[in-house]
């Protein structure tokens, strides 16, 4: 029984002298401190303000006959509305990140860093759908800046400090862990990001602010937090650094609005029922459900029907998680692909490329002959697919500007033009040849949503 006791106290006693983590067991390890780290990283998180001028919204009635004449003295007319948010310098020359929904269209921008000192800021590139901006302070140097943790992955339960300055009182500080990973659709933006998400208190105000590492690198930048009660309590999220890297080298090279690099495909997720049709083992990775004729996946080989399961070494399971490994990597450059066909592995490299625009678009504008004056259309390519974000087969002439007029009857912005009384169109130089011909009564078809309508009107 003794030697039984001494064996089993042995095979057990191995696992946990090899553990990193463990209980406190004295006063000293309870004692333990963020301060360190917070001293450290507290001079780079600063505050900011900005102001920009919005236009008052109109009065409902303003366009009534009757009821315009009372309101003729409430026309809209411009205001100064102010934000309030966070920022994190990323180097000694001033370069500062922060939200877009925080300084995007702002006419002025005020920092203030933890020491009080003020400066003047500029937006050298910002990025509505990835809701981020990259700001350069001016006449600055000397400043205390955080490293960015891009090139070692995150991992779920590693330990970060949330910090921000709300509010203009002071700096706040909370701690937690990474909770998950690959969270996209749930933060701000376009939907369509991939996030952090974090169980580290983020305050309100803190949008924009740091949440870095126990080594006091940035690991990214806190967008939103999804709450019910509306106070700091809830999932945190945050845009990881390596992206953050991207948009500062954008930024450094002149750019005003951020590239990303151009897949030319749609995707969609990999389902339990759909592994044995796909030759997996298990559910997982993106199935290839369209590709475009100049994507840079097609050009290296892959197909439809094909499933991407990483990009880089990186598990790829949804689109949005796709295409951040992509932005990650970078335009100008190349990504491993791995990915599954008929139940054979298989690796690409994919050149990250912009989306091409050609064929030429082929602008064209109507005028007074063509009835629909100042209706602005353009030949689709890949580069007018992906700002439209149109289906990736389309083709022929879409609606860029349907300007007051095409409005009125209708028409909106990605509209694509099938035919004027009939007669299909292909170029954009055919479509105010036909119009002129029309008559008094016309009939557009036109593609919206995938769905085909008649707008039929009379001159």
Known sequence: MIRFAILLLAVFSVPLAAQDSRVPTSQAEISLSFAP?????????VNIYASRMVQSRSNAFMDDPFFGQMFRELQPRQRTQNSLGSGVILSSDGIVVSNYHVVGMATEIRVVLNDRREYAAQVLLGDEASDLAILQLVDAEGMPFLDLRHGDPVEVGDLVLAIGNPFGVGQTVSSGIVSGLARSGAARGDGTGYFIQTDAPINPGNSGGALIDMQGRLVGVNTSILT?????NGIGFAIPAGLVQQFVAQA??????????WAGMTGQVVEADMTDMLGLDLPGGMLISDLHAQSPFLAAGLKVGDVIVAVDDQPVNTPAEMLFRMMVRGIGDAANVRFVRQGSADIATVEMITAPDTPSRDPVTLTDREILTGVRFEQINPAVIAEM?????????VVADPDRIGRRIGLQTGDIILAVNGDPIDRTDQVGRLLRRAGQRVQLEVLRGGRRISLRFRL
């Open 228 to 232: 019910r009660s509306g106070g700091s």
């Open 37 to 45: 780290l917070v001293k450290q990283a507290a001079p780079a998180v």
């Open 389 to 397: 974000d149109l289906p990736m087969s389309s083709e022929g002439v």
């Open 252 to 261: 450094r090279d002149g750019l005003a609005s951020f590239q990303r690099p």
